[in-house]
């Protein structure tokens, strides 16, 4: 076997195009202009496309739109002279109000009219029925045919209430700023019908307003003469019933009322004198029926007589009591005087019950015109009373009447003032400047439309890139796995065609140079440089997902490095989907499963292809209900180093076979295969938690874009 060695220039013009350098300082990701232009220039392809289909869906619209002519007419209503007279008899017309002129310009019945007279049902502009149907409303009307409930759409092709909304469209009815100008526009495509209608709707709303204030004035006035009538009856009544009440209830004048309170108070006074004589009698009474046939305590107001025998009755008690001290109690002196007292005191006695009598005699008849005055003092008070409620009564029969009288004054006084108004108007319409026709559309033209829709169409795709930028989580450098923890980026591997893979793995001429043998190079350079100026005696080779060009790039390395002098023992690790016996026309001997199922020695399962002086081992046949043995690995890798060849395993993908962390574990460097721009951030990094035990890893990229992935500006570049 003839083996061609590379020259060092050649080596070394491989490491510069396909080889980053080596030390990597971490860079905080910043968006800035740069990077947002980076990001344009990434996604150009994209951004025209999508704002070329953006702007030709928005094409057919703006080449659709027909010119529209505006017409405006100016209008002011302003409140009339009278308005700021100060005069009673006139009256003040409504306070002008231009909201509600603005609504009256836009009532439905304004709008009919403007319809019906210059025909707009009969322009496909606004009525449509008449207008031919769109794809879009055909499409509409054939889903909600699927929705409905069975009942046919009614068709009213001169039905108002379709060509109202269209033609409130195309009208604009406002207020110019805080004048009392009142902008009337409209929009159609026919330039006359622009002026036509604001001024129609001008001439239809002073129609329809003088109209209304008529009839409102006819109705005001009506109501008002019926309201007077009512009026005028209840008033009548109020004083009919207030003269019969006065007839009826008599004389209610205040002098009645005077004398009839006088003599209330004369009976008064005179009852309570009566009751003060009462009184005194009463104790005097009282005095004369002293209890337990003692003497009557006599006063001042009792006859003299009477004092004189009680106090000889006195005077001689008062002699029998010496008698008794002096002579005892029989003595004949004693007898005596107790006999003359005994008679004394029976005449006091008869001359006290005569006195009695009279006093109760003269009580009596003290009793008796007491009665008579009270008697006499209810009827005044009754008397009275009637008198007052006759009054009150009186009072506000008078008080009804004036306030009816009130009420039909002021019916009256607004009958001259609904009079004054009607001579008067309430509101001064002036035309300020009539609709004309007008000469050029309004708005712009197509161009600027397209323009527009265009630079929308740019914006919408600009925004689309970016966020499908930052939604994008695929890797196309190792610069994004600088917070994996230890890594070694063992460089860039092109994106080829199956004519170009085909070359390289046959490797007809070992020096030939180009892009793929180049960037092969530049991986083994790279290893080399980071395991210490030595290719590692054993290497894994594996993925985070299956297709990402392990096997390829495991293929590429035996067949480098065989053309570079060394011995090379490839190994088929991925026991269940390995193609490399395929590859090496192994045929279908025995491999690596029969081998860790121990139904095979080494030297039965390495082959030996001349053509490149590789040795291989295939992957051979599963063995059913026979377990492998992993430990047997180990025994390949230093049956290798034994041999002094590097071995170089082909493993599965690192998240789907625990074979490759295993594998990871014995051999001496890892080298994991991404695909540029396909393969997840976080697959990657789970697959590097997998494998990490093998110390620092290598990671390729595949198939990477060159033309691309120079716009990220990552420090592993392709030249």
């Not at 009026?231 to 009645?256: I, K, N, P």
């Not at 600088?482 to 170009?500: K, Q, S």
């Given at each position: 076997m003839t083996v061609v060695m590379p020259s060092a220039e050649r080596a070394s013009r491989a490491v510069a195009r396909y080889a980053s350098p080596l030390p990597i300082a971490p860079r905080p990701d910043e968006l800035d202009l740069t990077s947002g232009f980076r990001i344009v220039r990434r996604r150009l392809p994209m951004i025209a496309i999508t704002s070329v289909l953006l702007t030709a869906a928005a094409a057919p619209v703006i080449w659709g739109l027909m010119p529209t002519y505006r017409g405006e007419a100016r209008l002011m209503l302003d409140s009339p002279l009278v308005a700021t007279l100060d005069t009673s008899d006139l009256g003040r017309p409504d306070p002008l109000n231009l909201s509600s002129e603005t609504e009256r310009l836009l009532s439905r019945a304004t709008t009919e009219r403007v319809i019906h007279d210059l025909h707009l049902s009969e322009r496909e502009e606004f009525n449509p029925a008449l207008r031919k149907v769109s794809a879009f409303e055909g499409l509409r009307k054939a889903m909600r045919g699927l929705f409905d409930d069975g009942k046919p759409e009614p068709v009213a092709s001169d039905s108002i209430e379709r060509i109202i909304p269209e033609y409130h469209m195309a009208l604009s009815v406002r207020r110019d700023g805080l004048s009392n100008v009142i902008q009337i526009g409209f929009e159609s495509r026919d330039p006359e019908l622009a002026a036509a209608v604001p001024n129609a709707l001008i001439g239809v709303y002073l129609e329809a307003?003088?109209?209304?204030?008529?009839?409102?004035?006819?109705?005001?006035?009506?109501?008002?003469?019926?309201?007077?009538?009512?009026?005028?009856?209840?008033?009548?009544?109020?004083?009919?019933?207030?003269?019969?009440?006065?007839?009826?209830?008599?004389?209610?004048?205040?002098?009645?009322q005077a004398e009839r309170i006088r003599s209330i108070a004369e009976l008064g006074e005179r009852h309570a004198k009566i009751m003060e004589d009462r009184a005194e009698l009463e104790a005097t009474i009282a005095a004369l029926k002293p209890a337990d046939g003692a003497l009557p305590q006599l006063g001042l107001a009792f006859p003299a007589g009477l004092g004189e025998m009680e106090r000889d009755l006195f005077t001689q008690q008062r002699d029998l009591d010496q008698l008794l001290q002096t002579y005892g109690d029989n003595a004949e002196q004693v007898v005596d005087m107790r006999g003359r007292i005994r008679k004394a005191r029976s005449d006091f006695d008869a001359a006290v019950k005569s006195y009695l009598k009279s006093q109760t005699g003269k009580l009596a008849a003290i009793d008796r015109e007491a009665g008579s005055l009270r008697r006499a003092l209810a009827v005044a008070n009754q008397e009275l009373s009637r008198s007052n409620l006759a009054e009150a009564r009186l009072t506000e029969l008078d008080r009804a009447s004036d306030r009816e009288q009130t009420a039909l004054d002021k019916l009256e006084e607004l009958h001259r003032k609904l009079v004054a108004q009607a001579?008067?108007?309430?509101?001064?319409?002036?035309?300020?400047?009539?609709?004309?026709?007008?000469?050029?559309?309004?708005?712009?033209?197509?161009?600027?439309?397209?323009?527009?829709?265009?630079?929308?169409?740019?914006?919408?795709?600009?925004?689309?890139?970016?966020?499908?930028?930052?939604?994008?989580?695929?890797?196309?450098?190792?610069?994004?796995?600088?917070?994996?923890?230890?890594?070694?980026?063992?460089?860039?591997?092109?994106?080829?065609?199956?004519?170009?893979?085909?070359?390289?793995?046959?490797?007809?001429?070992?020096?030939?140079?180009?892009?793929?043998?180049?960037?092969?190079?530049?991986?083994?350079?790279?290893?080399?440089?980071?395991?210490?100026?030595?290719?590692?005696?054993?290497?894994?080779?594996?993925?985070?997902?299956?297709?990402?060009?392990?096997?390829?790039?495991?293929?590429?390395?035996?067949?480098?490095?065989?053309?570079?002098?060394?011995?090379?023992?490839?190994?088929?690790?991925?026991?269940?989907?390995?193609?490399?016996?395929?590859?090496?026309?192994?045929?279908s001997g025995e491999g690596l499963n029969e081998f860790l199922a121990k139904q095979a020695c080494l030297d039965q399962i390495v082959r030996h292809q001349t053509e490149s002086g590789i040795d291989f081992i295939p992957r051979g046949r599963p063995v059913p209900h026979r377990p492998a043995d992993f430990g047997r690995l180990a025994e390949i890798v230093e049956m290798g180093r034994a041999r002094e060849q590097v071995v170089i395993f082909d493993s599965a993908a690192a998240l789907g076979s625990m074979d490759t962390v295993r594998l990871a574990g014995i051999c001496e460097r890892t080298v994991l295969v991404v695909r540029w721009a396909k393969t997840g951030r976080r697959a990657v990094e789970a697959a590097f938690q997998r494998i990490r035990s093998s110390g620092r890893v290598f990671v390729t990229m595949n198939k990477v874009k060159p033309r691309q992935h120079s716009l990220y500006m990552f420090d592993d570049h392709l030249t």
């Open positions: 307003r003088k109209s209304t204030i008529r009839n409102r004035l006819n109705s005001a006035e009506s109501w008002i003469h019926q309201r007077t009538g009512e009026q005028q009856a209840r008033v009548d009544a109020a004083r009919a019933a207030a003269a019969s009440y006065r007839e009826t209830a008599g004389s209610v004048s205040s002098d009645a001579t008067f108007p309430g509101t001064e319409v002036e035309i300020l400047s009539p609709a004309s026709v007008p000469l050029v559309p309004q708005g712009r033209g197509r161009l600027p439309y397209m323009i527009g829709a265009l630079l929308a169409s740019i914006s919408v795709a600009v925004t689309a890139a970016f966020v499908r930028e930052m939604m994008d989580k695929t890797l196309r450098s190792a610069d994004q796995l600088e917070d994996a923890g230890r890594i070694d980026r063992a460089g860039l591997i092109p994106r080829m065609n199956e004519r170009a893979r085909r070359r390289l793995l046959a490797r007809s001429d070992p020096s030939e140079d180009g892009g793929p043998n180049e960037a092969i190079r530049a991986v083994v350079a790279s290893i080399e440089q980071a395991n210490g100026g030595r290719f590692p005696a054993s290497l894994v080779v594996t993925s985070a997902h299956a297709g990402e060009g392990k096997s390829f790039l495991a293929r590429s390395l035996a067949m480098e490095l065989a053309s570079t002098g060394h011995r090379v023992l490839l190994v088929d690790a991925d026991r269940k989907a390995g193609t490399l016996g395929k590859s090496f026309d192994a045929g």
